[in-house]
């Protein structure tokens, strides 16, 4: 199953790349393009630090530029293959509890957060 994941992660890496490369192509910078893929990325980070069980002062719409995304991108994808590189079978199984950006608590498997 943890290849499963690794396989997902290069996806998402090979896709949101393919996006980034695109959008820089644009003769005017699109600010709802970047306004959604700073969404996508914040969100990418927010989960992560919910996987790792950090807690967070971040919002899924913080506005990012361009450039920063472009950065965060990077990070994330190096952040997401490290995590996933040392994950156990038995660690996608684990119960994790977190709170949403309106406060309210859930748990999900680390399988179902990955997953998303």
């Known amino acids: 199953m943890k290849k499963h994941y690794t396989l997902l992660f290069e996806y998402e890496k090979w896709a949101t790349g393919r996006v980034l490369d695109a959008m820089k192509q644009l003769p005017v910078q699109d600010e709802k393009c970047v306004e959604w ?9 927010i989960w992560y630090s919910r996987s790792n069980n950090k807690q967070i002062n971040y919002t899924p719409w913080e506005k990012k530029t361009f450039d920063e995304c472009l950065k965060m991108y990077a990070e994330l994808s190096d952040l997401w ?5 040392n994950l156990t079978e038995e660690d996608l199984g ?18 179902d957060i990955l997953t998303h």
């Not at 684990?94 to 680390?110: A, P, R, V």
């Open 37 to 45: 893929m700073a969404h996508i990325l914040m969100a990418q980070l």
């Open 81 to 85: 293959f490290a995590y996933c590189n």
């Open 94 to 111: 684990k119960t994790l509890n977190y709170t949403n950006s309106k406060g309210e608590k859930f748990q999900n498997t680390l399988q």
